[in-house]
């Protein structure tokens, strides 16, 4: 009897699960790759931060960085810094523990084809974010795994590699609704502290003055490194479920799976 159809909405559930099972079971490893995209976080937004106490902008600058400028590095950041933790969930879903030199080394090697693909991917961006990020609707579901083409395959047409290897697109919006909806809930609960600080919850009121104006002073820096981990967390967990999508559309849909097992028959026999 023929096996049903599992959809590719069901597989990228199944591995966003997976994807938090590994962090789970690799923090050690897991928190080294994440350092590069934490500190690029964690810059970007006291740099911000400190622009904005130091200097007062005319509304158009504002507009420019807040509109423009930040979200173009993050996603420049976003798509770049996370890829060692997209070889490391490659390499465990091949069944091989790799080590955080190996992640980055791998990732040095295709640093030609990576540098191609990124290039494009920010003139995508750009353009985008130009016209208000109408079209990263429609532009960042069909792109969004042309970094792992490049990382694993060797194919020249990358991004056309990257549409024919997902077919629906929907899916993975749907899983960057699902991130997203995590990341807001998550970062909903940051605001906690200012609001007990700021009112009379959880007795706070019982502070002196004086302490509840430098707690209130200070808090910012709590909320930005707080903010920088969750970012961090969301965006790691995210490549690495996509990574593992993609290793399972090659491995089912694509019969990788089968040829690898063929390939190990026929070795044997000729043994």
């Given at each position: 009897m ?9 597989r ?14 690799h ?7 994440a350092l ?6 964690l810059t970007?937004?006291?740099?911000f ?5 130091s ?9 420019l960085?807040v509109?423009?400028?930040?979200p173009f590095l993050?996603?420049?950041f976003?798509?770049?810094l996370?890829?060692p933790?997209?070889v490391?969930?490659?390499k465990?879903?091949e ?14 090697r295709?640093?030609?084809r ?5 290039f494009?991917l920010?003139l995508l961006?750009?353009?985008s ?6 079209p ?5 579901p069909?792109?969004?795994?042309t ?6 395959e060797?194919e ?11 077919r629906?697109d929907f899916s993975?919006?749907i899983m960057?609704l699902?991130?997203l ?5 998550l970062?909903?609960?940051?605001v906690l502290p200012?609001?007990i ?5 959880l007795?706070?009121q ?5 302490w ?20 961090t967390?969301i965006v ?5 479920s996509?990574?593992?999508?993609y290793?399972?559309?090659r491995?089912?849909?694509e ?5 690898h097992?063929i390939?190990t028959y026929r070795?044997?026999?000729v043994?």
């Amino acid at each position: 009897m023929a096996r049903p159809k599992t959809s590719l909405l069901r597989r990228i559930l199944v591995q966003t699960d997976r994807a938090f099972w590994c962090i789970h079971d690799h923090l050690d490893v897991l928190g080294y790759l994440a350092l590069p995209t934490f500190a690029a976080v964690l810059t970007m937004s006291f740099g911000f931060i400190q622009v904005r106490r130091s200097w007062e902008l005319p509304s158009i600058y504002n507009f420019l960085i807040v509109g423009l400028v930040i979200p173009f590095l993050a996603f420049c950041f976003f798509t770049v810094l996370p890829l060692p933790c997209a070889v490391f969930a490659w390499k465990a879903a091949e069944g091989e523990r790799a080590t955080a030199g190996e992640c980055f080394a791998w990732c040095w090697r295709r640093a030609g084809r990576l540098a191609s693909v990124l290039f494009r991917l920010g003139l995508l961006y750009f353009g985008s974010l130009l016209l208000f990020g109408i079209p990263l609707l429609w532009v960042w579901p069909r792109t969004c795994l042309t970094p792992l083409v490049a990382l694993f395959e060797s194919e020249r047409r990358i991004f056309r590699r990257g549409q024919r290897i997902l077919r629906e697109d929907f899916s993975v919006a749907i899983m960057g609704l699902l991130y997203l909806c995590m990341g807001v809930v998550l970062g909903g609960l940051l605001v906690l502290p200012r609001l007990i600080l700021g009112t009379s919850i959880l007795g706070a009121q019982l502070l002196e003055a004086e302490w509840q104006r430098m707690l209130m002073d200070h808090l910012w820096i709590f909320e930005t490194i707080s903010i920088a981990i969750l970012l961090t967390a969301i965006v790691m967990t995210w490549w690495i479920s996509l990574t593992l999508v993609y290793h399972d559309i090659r491995r089912i849909r694509e019969g990788e799976d089968l040829k690898h097992r063929i390939a190990t028959y026929r070795a044997r026999l000729v043994a």
